[in-house]
């Protein structure tokens, strides 16, 4: 049987992935504070990434809110509930691009406009290549 730490560590790992985030420990080093979390070293992340050892609550709320998901998930893994419920279409975009909406969305009105015009431009010419 695996142990607590190593099903950490694949939780983790498959979270990341879903993300869209490489196992990076010193990227995800740098993300914690970002979301919350308290200073760490690349090598605690490793030992997290590896199953070697679990964060504390604060960073493992930090890596839930970087992931976008519960940090009972990210802690426990997906619980099975008793409850019935409905099943719903859920749209789902990568964290990583969820990340970039935030900050375009915190962006003063006239650089989101030139950020508009900047995807604009990029679409148009994609479809022009893909003619």
């Given at each position: 049987m695996k142990s607590e730490q190593a099903m950490f560590g694949e939780r983790l790992r498959n979270a990341l992935k879903a993300?869209?985030?490489?196992?990076?420990?010193?990227?995800?080093?740098d993300a914690?504070?970002?979301?919350?979390?308290d200073p760490t070293t690349p090598q605690a992340v490793s030992r997290w990434l590896h199953g070697?050892?679990?964060?504390?609550?604060?960073?493992?709320?930090?890596?839930a809110?970087?992931?976008?998901?519960?940090?009972?998930?990210?802690?426990?893994?997906?619980?099975?509930?008793?409850?019935?419920?409905?099943?719903?279409?859920?749209f789902r975009?990568?964290?990583?691009d969820q990340h970039a909406i935030d900050a375009f969305i915190a962006l003063p009105a006239k650089s989101r406009k030139i950020?508009?015009?900047?995807?604009?431009?990029l679409r148009e010419n994609d479809q022009k290549k893909k003619r």
């Open positions: 993300a869209g985030y490489a196992e990076s420990a010193t990227e995800i080093c914690l504070p970002r979301h919350e979390g070697k050892s679990i964060p504390r609550q604060r960073n493992l709320i930090a890596l809110k970087l992931l976008r998901i519960e940090p009972t998930a990210l802690q426990y893994g997906t619980v099975p509930t008793s409850r019935v419920r409905e099943t719903r279409v859920e975009i990568p964290a990583t950020v508009r015009e900047l995807i604009e431009t």
